[in-house]
């Protein structure tokens, strides 16, 4: 049972590491949080916006303020999947030839998929071990990641030349999907005047794994009403064209809803953002705030519902409009 101590510590770790984020990161204070959000309750993130908008630079700077392993994986369509797992090569020793595993860029506890959906399916698919069970297998041999582990992945939209999109597979693994928007023009202006004259100021490291292991163990136990956590439960249902109970417009233009996956990510991510906001239960509020991000890649559009102009956010809008809370 945590107390209201726990709650402050917290609430001032997680204020400490966003302030050093802010030192490169100019706005995007909800794509900062969703972020720190998906690493606290241990998920991987999906980035989405078009190139140029920092998401690189975002994943960078985080890797600069935790003071954990980093690496980084430009995808191109031309990348195998030995490159990002490694490989076994033959070494010479005093007793012969023998063969020995040389970990790929994917042994590292932050991992950077930049522009993910450039590579083949191949190589994607590469990426599913590692992100669901933490462990690579090569050779028949498998080799467990330490932890924490994450892969923050960078997509480009899919409209954009040279794309693949990512299997629903893939995606499902992704907790959180954060569509990183253009920026103000004050925003603008302040990104301009912080790239192009000498900085000054540059994030510190203020955190480790055992810092983001302990706050993950405090948001784990963060209770939630059994109301609650129904109201998400018959959210994620909800999605679903299949079942009687779903809204109309989920059965005309949804071809398939959200997985277990997307129920367990939700109320996973809403205990995080109760103690980042400084409470001390989930509220539904949270739910609400989160199911754009949780849900929007789990959500496939019907040919009808692409030929309407529908939205995986418009449905996920319209159910949290009429889905009543009791």
Do not use: W
Not at 127 to 145: D, F, I, K, N, P
Not at 175 to 198: A, N, W, Y
Request: hydrophobic share 45%.
């Amino acid at each position: 049972m945590i107390d209201q101590s726990q709650i402050q510590q917290f609430a001032e770790r997680a204020a400490e590491i966003k302030r050093e984020i802010a030192k490169e990161i100019i706005g995007q204070e909800a794509v900062v949080d969703q972020l720190l959000t998906v690493m606290i309750a241990g998920g991987n993130a999906l980035l989405e916006g078009v190139p140029g908008l920092g998401k690189t630079r975002l994943v960078r700077t985080l890797s600069q303020v935790f003071d954990m392993p980093f690496s980084r994986i430009q995808f191109t369509p031309d990348l195998m999947p030995a490159d990002i797992t490694g490989t076994n090569i033959i070494v010479k020793t005093e007793n012969g030839n023998e063969f020995r595993f040389r970990e790929g860029p994917l042994f590292a506890s932050i991992v950077l998929a930049d522009e993910i959906n450039r590579a083949t399916p191949k190589t994607q698919a590469a990426l599913l071990e590692a992100m669901q069970e933490h462990s690579v297998t090569v050779a028949g041999e498998t080799h467990v990641l330490a932890e924490p582990y994450f892969v923050l992945a960078t997509q480009n939209p899919m409209e954009q030349e040279g794309t693949y999109p990512l299997p629903e597979a893939q995606l499902d693994r992704f907790m959180l999907k954060i569509m990183v928007d253009f920026p103000s023009l004050e925003e603008l202006g302040q990104i301009v005047g912080l790239t192009t004259v000498p900085q000054t100021e540059h994030a510190q490291k203020v955190a480790d794994a055992k810092t983001l292991l302990e706050m993950r163990a405090v948001a784990q136990e963060v209770p939630i009403a059994q109301a609650v956590r129904d109201f998400a439960l018959r959210l994620v249902l909800a999605t679903h064209p299949e079942i009687e109970s779903s809204p109309e417009n989920v059965r005309r233009f949804v071809r398939f809803g959200a997985s277990p996956r997307a129920a367990q990510a939700i109320i996973a991510a809403a205990r995080v953002r109760a103690l980042m906001a400084g409470r001390y239960n989930v509220a539904y509020e949270d739910i609400e705030a989160l199911a754009p991000a949780c849900l929007r890649h789990r959500i496939a559009l019907s040919f009808e519902g692409m030929a309407e102009g529908e939205t995986a956010e418009g449905v996920i809008a319209g159910l949290l409009k009429t889905l009543p809370r009791e």
